[in-house]
């Protein structure tokens, strides 16, 4: 269980590193890069514990889409992005497909009695 | 979408191969155990990041972002099943054929 906690951290770390990264092409190069850097250098490092455990290809899905269904939310929460019918498609075919992985899937068994031992 | 040439495509396909290097790398760390394929996993991946930032000053980023995570998705869960045995479930492929299909998707909008 702990190990998809820690892919939840990564991704959200994710999230704020790459919304900062347009940000740092356009206005603050310099300081924008470094905030850029050190967020996904985190999530990485979260993303490393997490990979222990879920097979690497699930996590990086997850890590990928979950990511991106987050960064649409905020660009049309905040942002000012429109919703069409397309992009509303596409959201709720990635939700269906990023729950349908994630049921399919479990951290590996011999990981689990470490993770009780922990 | 004005000023899109090749060298920003040639930035993009550099950044996918550098994520897919990471991931890699990220798995023989053994959760940063191993500390040299921990750090050259985020020297890739930080590297990943700053040819992408070159990609997006020629293709949106959304653009971007979608095929580099696409192609990132399929190279990562390919070379998980050929170097670490780690295959999807039935329903696993399914899913990630929705996610693949989601992403697609969005970018018709």
Known sequence: ?118 | MNGVTWIHFAWLGLAIVLEVLANVLLKYSDGFRRRLPGVASLLCILAAFTALTQAVRGIDLSLAYAIWGGFGILATVALGWALFGQRLAGRGWLGLGLLLVGMGLLKLA
């Open chain 1, 1 to 118: 269980m702990r190990s998809w906690f820690y892919l939840l951290a990564a991704i959200l770390f994710e999230v704020v590193g790459t919304t900062s990264m347009k940000f740092a092409a356009e206005h603050a190069p310099v300081l924008g890069l470094l905030l850029m850097y050190s967020l996904i250098g985190l999530s990485y490092y979260f993303l490393a514990l997490a990979v222990k455990r879920v097979p690497v290809g699930v996590a990086y899905a997850l890590w990928e889409g979950i990511g991106i269904v987050l960064i649409t939310a905020i660009s049309v929460t905040w942002l000012g992005e429109s919703i069409g019918l397309y992009k509303a498609l596409g959201l709720a075919v990635m939700i269906a497909g990023i729950l349908l992985i994630k049921s399919g899937t479990r951290a590996a068994p011999e990981a689990r009695g470490q993770e009780v031992l922990a």
